[in-house]
């Protein structure tokens, strides 16, 4: 079974634009978080969506966006790009949301550099 | 607010050696879930170990267990026959059923041959 997702692994943008990452949850698993892991702040919890609803939400500002499709697909956004937000983006995918394993599946990150 | 708190940013260990990791969590929440995330350099996260509050029989998973006291509000991750794989970031996280994960801040563990 192929695991999380995630693209572009790598990408440079200037500040004031946007961004779309993508990510490709594990086949059968219905829910998908995304977290921002920055040297600074440590991993730190962006959205969460379940059956393409918005179910949880960090404290991010409201240029970070999200969005999750019929088939569990998720992208997140991020308009007007500040240096600060050069981060690794993790996408993590667990079966249902109230899974008492609480286990998350994680991808390989989109590596985002602010210049 | 929940937070989670791992004192120790870095750590070393000899290979074959036992090393502990320490992470402690606020909350008043009685009802959640502890694990122990392994992020190695440049690869993807990995769950090793995870505990329900309100179980008191401590996890075990091979190599890896852990010291949980609740009332402490303490989890640590004990390592025991450290191998150069185990080398990375060790994550504390903490989790109520229906509320987002959060992280501690990361342990970087150096194994040495």
């Known amino acids: 079974k192929a695991g999380v997702t995630q693209t572009p692994r790598y990408l440079i943008k200037t500040r004031g634009q946007q961004v779309t990452l993508s990510c490709s949850p594990i086949?059968?698993?219905?829910?998908v978080s995304w977290y921002q892991q920055t040297p600074g702040q440590g991993l730190q919890f962006l959205f969460e969506?379940?059956?393409?609803?918005?179910?949880n939400k960090g404290n991010f500002p409201g240029r970070f966006s999200g969005r999750q499709f019929s088939n569990s697909r998720s992208e997140m956004n991020v308009s007007t790009l500040e240096l600060g937000d050069s981060a690794l983006y993790l996408c993590?995918?667990?079966?249902?949301?109230?899974?008492?394993?609480?286990?998350?599946?994680f991808g390989e990150g989109s590596r985002l550099t602010v210049l | 607010a929940q937070t989670v708190t791992q004192s120790q940013p870095e750590m070393s260990v000899q290979e074959a050696e036992t090393v502990t990791l320490s992470c402690t969590y606020d909350?008043?929440?009685?009802?959640?879930?502890l694990f122990w995330y392994k992020q190695p350099p440049s690869r993807q996260m990995i769950l090793v170990i995870r505990?329900?509050?309100?179980?008191?029989q401590n996890a075990t998973e091979n190599r890896f267990s852990v010291n949980f006291q609740k009332a402490a509000k303490s989890f640590s991750l004990k390592i025991s026959d450290s191998q150069l794989g185990d080398a990375a970031m060790y994550f504390c996280?903490?989790?109520?059923?229906?509320?987002?994960?959060?992280f501690g801040k990361g342990t970087k563990l150096t194994v040495n041959p």
């Open positions: 993590a995918s667990s079966l249902v949301r109230t899974s008492n394993t609480g286990e998350l599946f």
């Open positions: 086949s059968g698993h219905r829910s």
């Open positions: 969506y379940f059956s393409e609803t918005q179910r």
């Open positions: 909350t008043s929440e009685s009802d959640y879930y």
């Open positions: 505990q329900e509050a309100y179980k008191q």
């Open positions: 996280a903490y989790r109520t059923p229906t509320e987002k994960l959060v």
